[in-house]
């Protein structure tokens, strides 16, 4: 990973719920380029579940019962990725290091999928007083490019890494047709200019 990658942000989160006020069960933060992909944080925040239900966040039943299946189905894969995990075990700790994460690479955009994921970070920060650790411009959805390019598929599904990675090379896939598009055009009117 080239720790140099600042531009874009994806993030990935994994709930007890479907709603922004989630308890928030895992993320991960992976910064990135139109090229490659830069420094990680991988939050695992089951040791902070108390602490969140305490902080008013919720757990759905019906996501609870569908992640059992899930983890269930996962508890074969060997766990490839390597990446070390920063356990959290309290609600003012997951803001805290994501706020960390995010002033030490500054990324210029932070995307997720559908939104979701950042409707419950900015939701978190909300309800403990915080400011909301990045500007509402600076937010993309990966998803805008579901028109232009088959959906991403993730080695893991529902491995937050997995899913972020899949997301990310989405995303470097849109980007490089748009550029290659802007090129095209850029060209294009080039050689009408000079004609």
């Known amino acids: 990973m080239d720790g140099n990658l600042t531009d874009h942000l994806m993030i990935d989160l994994e709930t007890w ?14 910064m990135f380029d139109a090229h490659g992909i ?3 944080l991988y939050l ?4 902070s579940i108390d602490d969140q239900l305490e902080n008013n966040r919720k757990i759905s039943q019906s996501t609870h019962q569908w992640w059992l ?3 269930l189905k996962l508890s074969d894969i060997i766990d490839t990725h390597r990446l070390q995990r920063t356990e959290v075990t309290s609600t003012y700790q997951i803001a805290d290091t994501i706020s960390s994460f995010l002033d030490q690479h500054k990324p210029r955009s932070i995307w997720s ?14 309800s403990l007083d915080l400011n909301n650790p990045w500007n509402y411009n600076q937010e ?13 598929h993730s080695v ?3 491995d937050p890494y997995c899913d972020c990675l899949a997301q990310i ?8 047709l748009t550029v290659d598009v802007r090129e095209i055009t850029e060209f294009s009117e080039l050689k009408t200019q000079a004609e």
């Open 44 to 47: 695992d925040a089951r040791p």
């Open 38 to 40: 830069g420094e990680a």
């Open 17 to 30: 719920s479907l709603e922004r006020d989630a308890v928030i069960r895992a993320g991960v933060f992976i």
């Open 69 to 71: 299946k899930q983890l």
């Open 113 to 126: 999928r559908h939104n979701m994921d950042l409707q419950v970070i900015r939701d978190l920060f909300s």
């Open 140 to 152: 993309r959805d990966c998803s805008s490019f579901d028109d232009m390019l088959p959906a991403p």
């Open 169 to 176: 090379e989405h995303t470097q896939n849109a980007l490089s």
């Open 156 to 158: 893991v599904p529902h």
